[in-house]
């Protein structure tokens, strides 16, 4: 079993910058690849990006490339989500999502998942 904890959402003005963590507990994190979702109000989930399990390699949607950066440090447990240049199309609900092989898009493909994190961006 994996425990996913996210923090550090919060409200910012369009321009503005988060860091969101997402902290992991129980088995080897480093055995597994971390995937960033978010759900915008009535809307489904969508995938933001990814980080294999050694985080030599990430994979960002199209909507957030150059924007946004994930890392990840296996000795913390925990992974990353840096936010720049925040729009509020990008106000949602984060989450962070671990499953054991490699990166996917699709949410359904992950076997854990946090709690979730509001980031709200106004205009």
């Known amino acids: 079993q994996v425990q996913l904890v996210e923090s550090g959402g919060g409200w910012v003005q369009a321009g503005g910058s988060l860091r969101l963590s997402c902290a992991a507990s129980?088995?080897?994190?480093?055995?597994?690849?971390v995937g960033w979702f978010r759900q915008p109000p009535g809307k489904e989930r969508e995938f933001v990006g990814g980080?294999?399990?050694?985080?030599?390699?990430?994979y960002d949607a199209d909507s957030v490339k150059g924007r946004f950066t994930i890392s990840r440090d296996n000795a913390k447990n925990t992974v990353y989500l840096q936010m720049n240049s925040l729009k509020p199309e990008d106000t949602a609900v984060y989450y962070c999502?671990?499953?054991?092989?490699?990166?996917?898009?699709?949410?359904?493909?992950?076997?854990?998942w946090g709690q979730g994190t509001q980031v709200t961006v106004s205009s």
């Open positions: 980080i294999r399990r050694t985080g030599a390699g990430t």
């Open positions: 129980g088995r080897t994190f480093s055995s597994y690849s």
């Open positions: 999502a671990a499953r054991s092989r490699t990166i996917s898009i699709y949410s359904n493909e992950y076997d854990y």
